[in-house]
């Protein structure tokens, strides 16, 4: 089924997610995108979209900050729609509620957000840390972003972050299934599943919905922006994701656009 994919009066912008990274070039090639194949697909359809980088695992708070000048620096105080994949939906819901920025953020869609944390955070703070730690310290790499996404940080956060009005709210989740499910994804996906439910490899279906609506896809954590998954991709079942992107910009077009 093909979509209409509307150009947005306003910029869109992307935001990544923990560990994440803008494009990476060698001079005028640019050999890996965070989310391939989206943006040029939502460029042809004549929309502004950017892709902001902030820091890969410092706090929310720090990311929120940094997500704002951002976006300041491009925009000035134009009102703009942002998509956000991961903790980038974390990011900005705490810019929009404690940094100002409520009246210049049309709409918020969270992509595989762990709103309500995951227990893969839970459990990976418990069980690598006490490795982990020295190793990021050595090196001066923060690690607040990892215990961020925590059930107990997240649910510490929903108390203090509320909804904004005038914001709209979307989200997807994903939901993995046998086919997609590879060696990378296994203990992940079936620790949170013991505890949460169905999940998209790293966070569950319910953490993830949020908002006004919340689509489903069939997808794990980073096939959700894109990343091919290599099983579907072996199985002849692997499809690009730029027109599911298509609609999402559909449905965001119709809330939040006068006819």
């Known amino acids: 089924m093909m979509y209409r994919t509307p150009k947005l009066k306003n910029p869109i912008i992307f935001i990544h997610g923990l560990l994440g990274f803008g494009d990476i070039s060698i001079g005028q090639w640019k050999i890996k995108s ?9 460029h042809r359809h004549g929309n502004r979209v950017l892709l902001a980088h902030v820091h890969p695992t410092r706090s929310i708070r720090d990311r ?11 925009f000035g105080s134009e009102p703009v729609h942002l998509i956000g994949h991961s903790m ?22 969270s992509i595989g957000t762990p709103h309500r944390g995951s227990y893969f955070a839970d459990w990976g703070i418990r069980h690598l840390s006490r490795v982990l730690s020295p190793i990021l310290n050595y090196f001066h ?32 989740a994903g939901k993995i299934s046998a086919p997609l499910l590879g060696l990378e994804w296994r203990l992940s996906s ?11 490899g790293v966070v569950s279906v319910r953490s993830a919905k949020y908002g ?3 689509e489903i896809w069939d997808a794990d954590h980073m096939n959700l922006i894109n990343w091919p998954n290599r099983h579907a991709k072996r199985k002849g079942i692997w499809q690009d994701r730029s027109e599911d992107y298509g609609r999402l910009i559909e449905k965001i077009s ?3 656009e006068a006819p």
């Open 34 to 42: 965070y989310f391939p194949g989206i943006r040029e697909y939502l």
């Open 64 to 74: 929120a900050t940094q997500l704002k000048r951002f976006i300041n620096d491009r």
């Open 88 to 109: 980038g939906g974390l990011d900005a819901r705490f810019m929009i509620n404690q940094l100002g920025m409520e009246n210049q953020v049309i709409s918020l869609t």
């Open 141 to 172: 790499i923060p690690a607040k972003a990892f215990y961020d996404l925590t059930t107990e940080q997240c649910s510490q956060f929903n108390e203090k972050i509320q909804d904004i009005p005038s914001v709209r709210y979307f989200s997807v």
């Open 190 to 200: 079936k620790l949170v599943g013991d505890f949460e439910g169905e999940n998209d």
């Open 212 to 214: 006004e609506w919340c």
């Open 254 to 256: 119709l809330a939040t």
